[in-house]
């Protein structure tokens, strides 16, 4: 990122931070997170710098506050460092903010060398509050997080062991074996068994 880059994203954050502040958000190093009960929401700007230009997106994520502690216990974290914000590839659902826009699209925002920002600061400020803001509000609890989970399938590890954790821990249980032998079928989920077995999970479903 050349030094103009840097300037010109170093101001947008600046711009934005008084709106996240406003909703509870603290800046993380690159990244902005909210504390909602147990839970977190997590707004991160991502950049993607080019010759003459920034290229700049926002990525939108919650996350449930015992899972996170889960999975950072399973990795043998002591445990002072299972609690805390999380990182935003910690979190269970992640969305980038374009496919919450109604052309439900990627969405990079250009911002050319020496460009006057007001104009892309005020569609980000539009868009953090007519899309991020609902969206996060809308996958907050735990039980808003398993129900998009079930929508989403497991089509990769990650996501299906945390739907199996929150199905464990807020229910349905009944659901457990059919999720549980497919997402074992699937990806094996050898990494999580040790888990689940601290969790007293019926793994012989």
């Not at 990122?1 to 709106?19: F, G, H, T, W």
């Not at 230009?53 to 919650?62: G, S």
């Not at 050319?112 to 996958?139: N, R, W």
Request: glycine fraction near 4%; charged fraction near 20%; charge should be neutral.
């Amino acid at each position: 990122m050349n030094v103009q880059a840097k300037a010109d994203y170093k101001e947008i954050l600046q711009a934005m931070s008084p709106l996240l502040k406003n909703h509870g958000f603290k800046k993380k190093g690159e990244y902005f997170a909210k504390a909602v009960e147990h839970n977190f929401q997590v707004i991160c700007f991502k950049t993607c710098p080019r010759i003459d230009e920034l290229l700049l997106t926002i990525d939108v994520a919650t996350c449930s506050g015992a899972v996170l502690s889960l999975f950072r216990a399973a990795k043998g974290l002591p445990q002072s460092r299972t609690v805390g914000f999380p990182a935003i590839q910690e979190c269970q659902i992640r969305q980038r903010i374009g496919h919450l826009m109604p052309e439900h699209k990627d969405k990079w925002w250009e911002v050319p060398d020496g460009a006057d920002l007001t104009a892309i600061e005020e569609e980000l400020f539009y868009s953090l509050v007519q899309y991020a803001f609902p969206f996060l509000e809308k996958h907050i609890s735990d039980v808003q997080i398993r129900d998009y989970l079930l929508t989403q399938g497991t089509n990769a590890p990650i996501p299906a062991a945390n739907l199996i954790v929150l199905l464990n821990t807020v229910g349905p249980t009944d659901k457990l074996p059919a999720v549980l032998n497919e997402a074992r079928k699937n990806w094996g989920l050898s990494a999580y068994i040790q888990m689940f077995d601290d969790m007293q999970l019926n793994t012989s479903a």
